[in-house]
């Protein structure tokens, strides 16, 4: 899906939108391009505009510039229940002294579905969901992740073209949470509708989707799929936002081709350069701790430091060491734990060497 993620015709598409709440500008000139079928999410902080490009989709909002366009057509001032598109939230919003089956049918009867196709449609979604025989239950008697299907059964009832999620697994516990974003992925598959999700958990976008925007400050930094995103980060924000990085601030000395030689605080390193990343001039180099080889003796390559172990993190099946290489430069490498009985790759104090590659190191320039 990852690599025809670019070539799906469009279902979803956002044309030079802005959005103003008084003097806030939410969304500013975004133009984004969402493929029919894909499991597509918005990823970003607090304020970057993810759930307003969200509600601007679903008719919730209406965008003060610019065109929300689903399937090619404009939507204009087209109302919310007049769009093709169903919107699952945090709260889940169930009615408490309805069953499960009345829940999921409350669409279809305002829309006067014949009883009859109504059974049908709410038997085949809770099968969807894995609610079947919960049908007579009300929403109190079932669990937070049973709550979130008959949920994702009543928008899924309707038959969208796109199912719209804000934050759907917010409310649940970190265990349950993690189940839930496999069984959505699995049910996105099953079904073939796309799935807009917003969220602020990279994990989970990470986990789940086949492409990936990162918002800052009502703009789309980045489209990418999860790979993408990951390992070739465009800019500071989204490599510090996905993930866990380390940021050397330094300058560039040298080229050769498409890798930079950089000058880190006394030392010298090389690392990946787009086209953009001037010949000379301060930039910043990020490497991923887990790329980082730690050892006793000196590696091979043009990345290979001396340091000192200064302090290491038990974090479960990892280890963190923090190692500084000399006065101005301390790097953090992530390292998988040994099985017990084995001999950790250093102890803290003692003299190591660091590398990689200088394809895992990227030159960003903001």
Not at 291 to 318: M, W
Request: proline share 6%; aromatic share 6%.
């Amino acid at each position: 899906m990852e690599a025809e993620a670019e070539t799906l015709p469009s279902i979803v598409e956002l044309r030079d939108v802005s959005k103003r709440f008084g003097e806030t500008v939410a969304l500013d000139h975004v133009n984004l391009r969402i493929g029919d079928g894909e499991f597509f999410s918005m990823l970003g902080p607090s304020g970057c505009g993810k759930t307003t490009s969200l509600r601007l989709m679903a008719g919730f909002e209406l965008p003060s510039e610019g065109e929300v366009l689903i399937s090619g057509e404009p939507q204009g001032s087209r109302p919310a229940f007049q769009r093709p598109v169903n919107t699952v939230f945090q709260s889940y919003a169930l009615f408490p002294h309805m069953s499960v089956f009345q829940n999921v049918a409350f669409g279809l009867e305002m829309q006067r579905v014949p009883k009859e196709e109504i059974r049908r449609r709410v038997t085949e979604a809770l099968e969807l969901v894995q609610l079947p025989g919960k049908e007579n239950r009300r929403p109190k008697q079932l669990s937070g992740g049973q709550q979130q299907r008959v949920a994702l059964a009543r928008a899924l009832v309707n038959r969208p073209k796109v199912l719209l999620l804000d934050e759907p697994l917010g409310a649940l516990d970190l265990k349950l949470r993690k189940a839930m974003q496999f069984e959505l992925k699995d049910l996105q598959h099953r079904v073939g509708l796309t799935f807009v999700y917003v969220t602020h958990d990279q994990e989970e976008a990470l986990t789940m989707s086949d492409r990936i925007a990162v918002m800052e400050h009502g703009h789309v930094l980045q489209v990418g799929t999860p790979g993408e995103i990951y390992e070739n980060p465009t800019s500071r924000f989204v490599a510090d936002f996905i993930g866990e990085t380390n940021f050397l601030d330094g300058r560039i000395l040298g080229r050769e081709g498409p890798t930079a030689r950089v000058g880190v605080g006394g030392l010298e390193l090389w690392a990946r350069a787009g086209a953009d990343a001037p010949g000379d001039g301060l930039v910043t180099v990020a490497v991923r701790p887990e790329k980082i080889a730690l050892s006793r003796e000196k590696q091979p390559g043009r990345n290979t430091f001396s340091g000192k172990v200064e302090d290491i993190t038990y974090v479960g099946k990892d280890s963190d060491y923090r190692i500084r290489l000399n006065e101005a430069v301390v790097l953090r490498v992530r390292v998988q734990n040994q099985a017990p009985g084995v001999s950790p790759v250093a102890s803290q104090g003692e003299a190591v060497w660091v590398g990689w590659p200088e394809e895992a190191a990227r030159v960003l320039l903001d």
